[in-house]
């Protein structure tokens, strides 16, 4: 008997057809995944608008009142620590001895108080011969700006020293708070420059504007001594 399989039984399976998504169920499913962004409302962009408007307007109300009171002569040095070279090291005015200059500025690398700032360096022991101990350059900045500003004027020369009042404390102590906000962001120093003398103002010299250097310039107060 032969076991050979007849040819005849042999079944041909044919495959399944695959079947296609039409193109309603395409885009059925395309739709329901796509994200929707809405566009910000006008009510949303007058809100912004009125928030920055009352940010800036709290600002210089600030501002305003920290300099409602200026230091004047015979006033004593505010009891403040700020810091001066490194962020460990601080130094207070009102502890010093002898007749010093503070020289305030609005900011460090600021055209105007980097012109400000090199008379100071050179006419240095000129102010040591009126009597003066240190000089001090005050800026509302943080020390590691202060420090590089030092570095391009002064470079090694140690002799003027450069201080960071970096939260605007000893500004505001002094009534001397610039409100900065349109060319610096925030609150600054205003330009000017003050003589201690053992806890006490010798002298006031405060620009009536951030851009002038008259009464805070190195000669105008060597004459003052």
Same mark, same amino acid.
């Given at each position: ?16 057809r ?6 309603s169920i ?30 800036k ?23 403040v ?5 490194d ?6 005015f ?18 105007t ?9 050179e ?11 240190d ?7 943080d ?20 201080? +960071? /009042?970096? #939260?605007s404390?000893? &500004?505001? !102590?002094?009534?001397?708070? *610039? ?12 330009r000017g420059a003050?003589v201690?003398?053992?806890?006490k ?9 951030? +851009? /002038?250097v #008259?009464?805070?310039? &190195?000669? !105008?107060?060597?004459?003052? *001594?």
């Amino acid at each position: 008997m032969s076991i050979r399989p007849s040819f005849n039984t042999l079944r041909v399976v044919k495959p399944n057809r695959l079947i296609k998504p039409s193109i309603s169920i395409s885009r059925s499913i395309t739709s329901s995944v796509r994200t929707t962004v809405q566009p910000a409302s006008v009510k949303q962009y007058r809100m912004a608008s009125v928030l920055q408007a009352t940010a800036k307007a709290a600002h210089s109300a600030v501002a305003s009142l920290a300099s409602a009171s200026p230091v004047k002569v015979g006033d004593n040095v505010p009891d403040v620590d700020v810091r001066i070279n490194d962020l460990e090291d601080r130094i207070n005015f009102s502890k010093l001895q002898g007749k010093n200059v503070l020289v305030l500025v609005p900011g460090a690398f600021s055209p105007t108080c980097s012109s400000q700032v090199p008379g100071y360096l050179e006419q240095y022991s000129d102010f040591q011969s009126k009597g003066v101990k240190d000089i001090y350059v005050v800026a509302v900045n943080d020390m590691f700006v202060v420090n590089a500003w030092k570095e391009k004027l002064a470079g090694d020369k140690d002799q003027v020293k450069f201080v +960071a /009042d970096d #939260t605007s404390k000893l &500004a505001s !102590s002094l009534g001397l708070v *610039l409100d900065g906000q349109e060319i610096f962001g925030g609150p600054r120093l205003k330009r000017g420059a003050l003589v201690i003398e053992d806890g006490k103002v010798t002298h006031v010299a405060v620009e009536n504007s951030p +851009a /002038d250097v #008259t009464v805070s310039h &190195a000669d !105008s107060v060597l004459k003052a *001594l």
